[in-house]
């Protein structure tokens, strides 16, 4: 046996005598040469459909645009337009990547050749693949090839291959497959002159089913017979070449009542049953299953069919009769079908069900996973399913055993194993449970129509009355409209209000730190405008809060913390507070410090703050006690205080917004706090309880469900240090605002720092001063007239990538700090900007090496070795390099969970050596992914990552030196 690199070197050795006979591959037309002889085919095989495991109860024809990947275009375009009219055919080179294209979701579909698509099927993709249509035709076949001086070869090959019967081709392929053997095909049915007369003349059968008999019969949105049914009519249809018109019941009456009409040809598959010989007529059984009684697992052990038990059967069940018969004792509920009888078992309302023991599995493990078993019904003989005909066609009858006893058991019960593990298929259960609910339809519109004619004297009272509810509703509009109005301008002002406040807070700041000797009485009073300007922001920041969350726009987000770390800060913003007030404040821990909860840390704080700050301030002796346990995956925080306490009828309305009890009232407050507290507790799926009574102190408790973990990665509590002095090299800043006076706050504020920085009054003219000059650092304000901050990052950002932009919004809200990270910005600052807050940024944009990398924790995990530093670093870039290309291709494939992955590989290695400006853009684009940033976007910010990237060569190699 020799191999050629193709056919063509094949066919000139044969001609040239060097060979006997060329065997062929599998060819859609037989292969025609002058001179060459063709023997009997040896192999054929047909096309097939083949799809993914969610995909499987698609329709196998439609006008819709689809997907369909094919190998050296086989089937023809002509030939799959005629399911799929508008589909789009990838042609690949080879079979695995073909099929690897269905699994990774590029194609819906993959059609082939059924002996080489099995063949893969079995051997790679079994899992994750399956055969959903096979058609008769254009057939694959393989020939031996001949010089015409060798016929007497010819005549011997020819009459072996016709010796070959269908066993031993099935042999033959069974070592290669293992389903999908379509080796029974190549010999024609038995049959008689009057039965096929009969399938001349009969070209299409009307077949009857009922969807809700899974797994056997289930039909797709064409309203096509799918299921075990399904496959085993396909592998008829290419014995025969019948073709079938699908009529969908769902009932026994109904198909019943089509039965009746006549023109029909098979019933779906039906157990077979002696008493109703005389109206239909069985073929052979293609599947045997026993019966068996349903129950729930924790009655596994008792007897199911006990006296006074309750058992549903279905109405047509074969054994209905004889199960009343032998058990008289038990009380007999007759429902639609199996699937009504499961559901009643599963929800408690009967003891057990009768059923066969493959539509037990069929429905337990894809509705009761682990709630239902079944135990095997004694003294009966199996199920024998079959199809029904009517009697007065013997010969469909005939024709049908032929082609059912045709079919290998192996390939039906590799049909049957296929639908009852497909883990995605279920069947809408609507119509099955739709009669009683219709019933109590009909009888409340009886009711209904009753009731109206008692009313009728009554309708001029209901006119009336309509007419005055009428007026009601629009009043309530009014009302409504009129809310929603006062909403819109409360948040609008409050947000306008925030920006010159801010400003005034500022200015005040800078007289504070002045080296301006101000008077006592001077410094006193330049003392209480800050406090009293910061509690007008925080009176604002509350209004804003609440506006927030009772539009459903506040989300939580939850994150791996430790709850004892985040209370110990909290208590301690209020130690001094207590001090000064003379009054205890403890805090009483029963948390392990190294358990790990998610939660949203930050809703968490608020409350904390609030129930803190209003428990300190309240109370004016004694002490003010903090508590935290944990009580099986619920954290329990309970403040204490011994203050004045609440009466009774102040508690009604205590959680209400703008409420305050008679103490709030000599104390400044806006009366949110406690609103927000319990709203912010709802969110977080938590509660809050408080008990007060006059004169013994108020207790507040809350309990919130949490995930616990010891191992998960946890958020570093902030607890705010004061940040380094700057104390750099002069800066040149270009400040862009269109209020005068936040552009002065912050020039005044600068220069208190040294630094001078130019003006910009919007978007447009900040851009023209950077194209003309260099700049170390431009901050801009995000809400400006003719170019605002965003639009002017993004212009930035096309020509100078390294530049350090920070936002300033009057909006301190999670949404604009991400709307400004992914424009480009450095960082997004909310007003009002302190003087401290300035500094320790600024020390960060004057950094000598940029602040590519945290060196001092290099230097700990390296243990001050420089050598090790540096392999960290190159083995780290070489890593973030491979990622982000890894990326680059993922996301041009479309693939964005490949893209996320390698992302938070980089975000992970950046957070690792401190890569501050790799993990700000990082962390948002992973957050975002896969679904909630375009394709220009996501390649704009991989892009970002890239400059980083340099960047931090830049750094490495200065550091190197």
């Given at each position: 046996?020799?191999?050629?690199?193709?056919?063509?070197?094949?066919?000139r050795?044969?001609?040239?005598?060097?060979?006997?006979?060329?065997?062929?591959?599998?060819?859609?037309?037989?292969?025609?040469?002058?001179?060459?002889?063709?023997?009997?085919?040896?192999?054929h095989?047909?096309?097939?459909?083949?799809?993914s495991?969610?995909?499987?109860?698609?329709?196998?024809?439609?006008?819709?645009?689809?997907?369909?990947?094919?190998?050296?275009?086989?089937?023809?375009?002509?030939?799959?337009?005629?399911?799929?009219?508008?589909?789009?055919i990838?042609?690949?080179?080879?079979?695995?990547?073909?099929?690897?294209?269905?699994?990774?979701?590029?194609?819906?579909?993959?059609?082939?050749?059924?002996?080489?698509t099995?063949?893969?099927?079995?051997q790679?993709?079994?899992?994750a693949?399956?055969?959903?249509?096979?058609?008769?035709?254009?057939?694959?076949?393989?020939?031996?090839?001949?010089?015409?001086?060798?016929?007497?070869?010819?005549?011997?090959?020819?009459?072996?291959?016709?010796?070959?019967?269908?066993?031993?081709?099935?042999?033959?392929?069974?070592?290669m497959?293992?389903?999908?053997?379509?080796?029974?095909?190549?010999?024609?049915?038995?049959?008689?002159?009057?039965?096929?007369?009969?399938?001349?003349?009969?070209k299409?059968?009307r077949?009857?089913?009922?969807?809700?008999?899974?797994?056997?019969?289930?039909?797709?949105?064409?309203?096509?017979?799918?299921?075990?049914?399904?496959?085993?009519?396909?592998?008829?249809?290419l014995?025969?070449?019948?073709?079938?018109?699908?009529?969908?019941?769902?009932?026994?009456?109904d198909?019943?009542?089509?039965?009746?009409?006549?023109?029909?040809?098979?019933?779906?598959?039906?157990?077979y049953?002696?008493?109703l010989?005389?109206?239909?007529?069985?073929?052979?059984?293609?599947?045997?299953?026993?019966?068996?009684?349903?129950?729930?697992?924790?009655?596994?052990?008792?007897?199911?069919?006990?006296?006074?038990?309750?058992?549903?059967?279905?109405?047509?069940?074969?054994?209905?009769?004889?199960m009343?018969?032998?058990h008289?004792?038990?009380?007999?509920?007759?429902?639609?079908?199996?699937?009504?009888?499961?559901?009643?078992?599963?929800?408690?309302?009967?003891?057990?069900?009768?059923?066969?023991?493959?539509?037990?599995?069929?429905?337990?493990?894809?509705?009761?996973?682990?709630?239902?078993?079944?135990?095997?019904?004694?003294?009966v003989?199996?199920?024998?399913?079959?199809?029904?005909?009517?009697?007065?066609?013997?010969?469909?009858?005939?024709?049908?055993?032929k082609a059912?006893d045709?079919?290998?058991?192996?390939?039906?019960?590799?049909?049957v194993?296929?639908?009852?593990?497909?883990?995605?298929?279920?069947?809408?259960t609507?119509?099955?449970?739709?009669?009683?609910?219709?019933?109590?339809a009909?009888?409340?519109?009886?009711?209904?129509?009753?009731?109206?004619?008692?009313?009728?004297?009554?309708?001029?009272?209901?006119?009336?009355?309509?007419?005055?509810?009428?007026?009601?509703?629009?009043?309530?509009?009014?009302?409504?409209?009129?809310?929603?109005?006062?909403?819109?301008?409360l948040?609008?002002?409050?947000?306008?209000?925030?920006?010159?406040?801010?400003?005034?807070?500022?200015?005040?700041?800078?007289?504070?730190?002045?080296?301006?000797?101000?008077?006592?009485?001077?410094?006193?009073?330049?003392?209480?405008?800050?406090?009293?300007?910061?509690?007008?922001?925080?009176?604002?920041?509350?209004?804003?809060?609440l506006?927030?969350?009772?539009s459903?726009?506040?989300?939580?987000?939850?994150?791996?913390?430790?709850?004892?770390?985040?209370?110990?800060?909290?208590?301690?913003?209020?130690?001094?507070?207590?001090?000064?007030?003379?009054?205890?404040?403890?805090?009483?821990?029963?948390?392990?410090?190294?358990?790990?909860?998610?939660?949203?840390?930050?809703?968490?704080?608020?409350?904390?703050?609030?129930?803190?700050?209003?428990?300190?301030?309240?109370?004016?002796?004694?002490?003010?006690?903090?508590?935290?346990?944990?009580?099986?995956?619920?954290?329990?925080?309970?403040?204490?205080?011994?203050?004045?306490?609440?009466?009774?009828?102040?508690?009604?309305?205590?959680?209400?917004?703008?409420?305050?009890?008679?103490?709030?009232?000599?104390?400044?407050?806006?009366?949110?706090?406690?609103?927000?507290?319990?709203?912010?507790?709802?969110?977080?799926?938590?509660?809050?309880?408080?008990?007060?009574e006059?004169?013994?102190?108020?207790?507040?408790?809350?309990?919130?469900?949490?995930?616990?973990?010891y191992?998960?990665?946890?958020?570093?509590?902030?607890?705010?240090?004061?940040?380094?002095?700057?104390?750099g090299?002069?800066?040149?800043?270009?400040?862009?605002?269109?209020?005068?006076?936040?552009?002065?706050?912050?020039?005044r504020?600068?220069?208190?720092?040294?630094?001078?920085?130019?003006?910009?009054?919007?978007?447009?003219?900040a851009?023209?001063?950077?194209?003309?000059?260099?700049?170390?650092?431009?901050?801009?304000?995000?809400?400006?007239?003719?170019?605002?901050?965003?639009?002017?990052?993004?212009?930035?950002?096309?020509?100078?990538?390294?530049?350090?932009?920070?936002?300033?919004?009057?909006?301190?809200?999670?949404?604009?700090?991400?709307?400004c990270?992914?424009?480009?910005?450095?960082?997004?600052?909310?007003?009002?900007?302190?003087l401290?807050?300035?500094?320790?940024?600024?020390?960060?944009?004057?950094?000598?090496?940029?602040?590519?990398?945290?060196?001092?924790?290099?230097?700990v995990?390296?243990?001050?070795?420089?050598?090790?530093?540096?392999?960290?670093?190159?083995?780290?870039?070489?890593?973030?390099?491979?990622?982000?290309?890894?990326?680059?291709?993922?996301?041009?494939d479309?693939?964005?969970?490949?893209?996320?992955?390698?992302?938070?590989?980089?975000?992970?290695?950046?957070?690792?050596?401190?890569?501050?400006?790799?993990?700000?853009?990082?962390?948002?684009?992973?957050?975002?992914?896969?679904?909630?940033?375009?394709?220009?976007?996501?390649?704009?910010?991989?892009?970002?990552?890239?400059?980083?990237?340099?960047?931090?060569?830049?750094?490495?190699?200065?550091?190197?030196?």
């Amino acid at each position: 046996m020799l191999s050629y690199k193709n056919r063509a070197d094949a066919i000139r050795a044969l001609r040239a005598g060097e060979i006997d006979t060329v065997l062929t591959g599998l060819d859609t037309f037989p292969f025609a040469e002058e001179g060459i002889q063709l023997s009997e085919s040896l192999v054929h095989s047909w096309p097939v459909l083949v799809t993914s495991l969610s995909n499987v109860m698609g329709p196998l024809q439609s006008p819709q645009s689809t997907r369909i990947a094919v190998v050296e275009g086989y089937p023809g375009a002509d030939f799959i337009h005629e399911a799929f009219p508008n589909a789009e055919i990838a042609n690949y080179a080879s079979y695995q990547e073909a099929l690897n294209s269905v699994i990774t979701g590029q194609n819906r579909w993959f059609m082939g050749d059924s002996l080489t698509t099995s063949t893969w099927l079995s051997q790679e993709f079994s899992l994750a693949l399956s055969t959903v249509k096979y058609w008769p035709s254009p057939q694959k076949m393989s020939h031996f090839l001949f010089l015409p001086a060798q016929e007497r070869l010819l005549n011997i090959i020819n009459s072996t291959i016709n010796a070959i019967d269908e066993n031993q081709h099935g042999q033959i392929a069974q070592s290669m497959i293992d389903k999908g053997n379509l080796s029974f095909l190549l010999e024609p049915l038995n049959l008689t002159p009057r039965e096929k007369q009969w399938l001349k003349t009969n070209k299409t059968l009307r077949v009857i089913i009922n969807p809700w008999f899974a797994p056997y019969t289930m039909a797709d949105n064409n309203q096509e017979v799918r299921g075990i049914v399904g496959d085993i009519l396909n592998l008829i249809s290419l014995q025969t070449g019948l073709q079938y018109e699908t009529v969908v019941v769902n009932s026994h009456e109904d198909m019943l009542s089509e039965m009746k009409k006549g023109n029909w040809h098979i019933v779906q598959a039906a157990t077979y049953d002696l008493s109703l010989q005389n109206a239909l007529s069985f073929t052979h059984p293609f599947i045997t299953t026993q019966f068996v009684t349903v129950v729930r697992k924790e009655d596994a052990q008792a007897i199911a069919l006990k006296a006074g038990a309750h058992v549903a059967i279905s109405a047509d069940h074969p054994l209905l009769m004889q199960m009343k018969a032998r058990h008289p004792d038990i009380h007999w509920q007759e429902v639609e079908n199996a699937s009504v009888a499961l559901n009643l078992v599963a929800t408690g309302k009967v003891d057990a069900a009768i059923s066969n023991q493959l539509t037990a599995r069929y429905l337990s493990e894809h509705y009761y996973p682990d709630r239902l078993t079944w135990l095997p019904l004694p003294e009966v003989q199996p199920a024998a399913i079959s199809f029904a005909v009517p009697r007065s066609e013997p010969e469909l009858r005939q024709i049908l055993d032929k082609a059912l006893d045709d079919i290998p058991q192996k390939e039906v019960l590799q049909i049957v194993g296929k639908w009852v593990r497909l883990p995605d298929v279920q069947i809408d259960t609507w119509e099955l449970y739709n009669r009683p609910f219709y019933l109590v339809a009909t009888l409340a519109t009886l009711l209904v129509v009753s009731t109206l004619l008692w009313v009728l004297y009554l309708a001029r009272q209901v006119r009336r009355r309509k007419e005055s509810q009428r007026l009601l509703v629009i009043e309530k509009n009014k009302a409504q409209k009129a809310n929603e109005e006062k909403r819109n301008f409360l948040s609008h002002m409050s947000h306008e209000i925030r920006t010159p406040v801010s400003a005034i807070v500022g200015f005040l700041e800078l007289l504070q730190n002045s080296t301006t000797n101000l008077s006592p009485e001077d410094k006193t009073s330049v003392d209480h405008a800050v406090t009293a300007s910061r509690s007008l922001l925080k009176l604002i920041g509350e209004i804003l809060d609440l506006e927030k969350i009772e539009s459903g726009l506040q989300e939580v987000m939850p994150k791996w913390v430790h709850v004892d770390a985040i209370l110990k800060e909290k208590v301690l913003l209020f130690t001094a507070l207590a001090a000064q007030k003379g009054i205890g404040l403890r805090y009483d821990s029963h948390l392990d410090p190294k358990e790990a909860m998610q939660l949203d840390p930050q809703m968490l704080g608020q409350v904390l703050m609030n129930l803190i700050g209003n428990a300190v301030k309240f109370t004016r002796h004694g002490h003010v006690q903090v508590s935290a346990k944990k009580l099986n995956h619920t954290l329990v925080i309970s403040v204490n205080d011994t203050g004045p306490g609440i009466s009774g009828e102040e508690q009604k309305s205590l959680f209400m917004p703008f409420s305050q009890g008679k103490m709030g009232e000599f104390h400044r407050g806006s009366g949110l706090g406690l609103a927000i507290t319990k709203a912010l507790m709802k969110q977080m799926g938590g509660t809050i309880d408080l008990q007060s009574e006059l004169n013994q102190g108020t207790s507040v408790t809350l309990s919130l469900p949490v995930q616990i973990s010891y191992d998960a990665l946890t958020e570093v509590v902030e607890t705010e240090p004061s940040p380094p002095p700057f104390i750099g090299k002069a800066l040149r800043v270009l400040i862009t605002d269109d209020h005068p006076s936040s552009r002065l706050l912050l020039k005044r504020q600068l220069a208190s720092l040294g630094i001078a920085a130019d003006e910009a009054k919007n978007g447009e003219e900040a851009l023209r001063y950077l194209q003309q000059d260099r700049y170390d650092l431009l901050i801009t304000d995000l809400n400006m007239p003719v170019m605002d901050g965003i639009a002017l990052t993004r212009e930035v950002r096309r020509f100078d990538s390294d530049l350090p932009i920070w936002g300033l919004t009057a909006t301190a809200q999670q949404h604009e700090r991400e709307r400004c990270l992914a424009a480009g910005m450095t960082d997004c600052l909310f007003k009002p900007i302190t003087l401290a807050q300035i500094s320790g940024l600024l020390a960060g944009v004057s950094q000598t090496n940029g602040g590519a990398f945290d060196e001092k924790r290099l230097a700990v995990l390296a243990q001050g070795n420089r050598g090790l530093m540096l392999a960290a670093l190159h083995d780290a870039q070489r890593e973030n390099r491979h990622d982000l290309e890894a990326a680059r291709v993922a996301a041009r494939d479309e693939d964005y969970p490949s893209v996320k992955y390698h992302i938070h590989r980089l975000n992970g290695t950046a957070q690792l050596l401190g890569i501050n400006e790799v993990i700000t853009i990082a962390q948002m684009l992973e957050e975002r992914l896969p679904d909630a940033v375009s394709a220009a976007e996501l390649f704009d910010v991989l892009n970002r990552i890239e400059s980083s990237l340099n960047k931090l060569d830049q750094a490495i190699e200065k550091f190197q030196q």
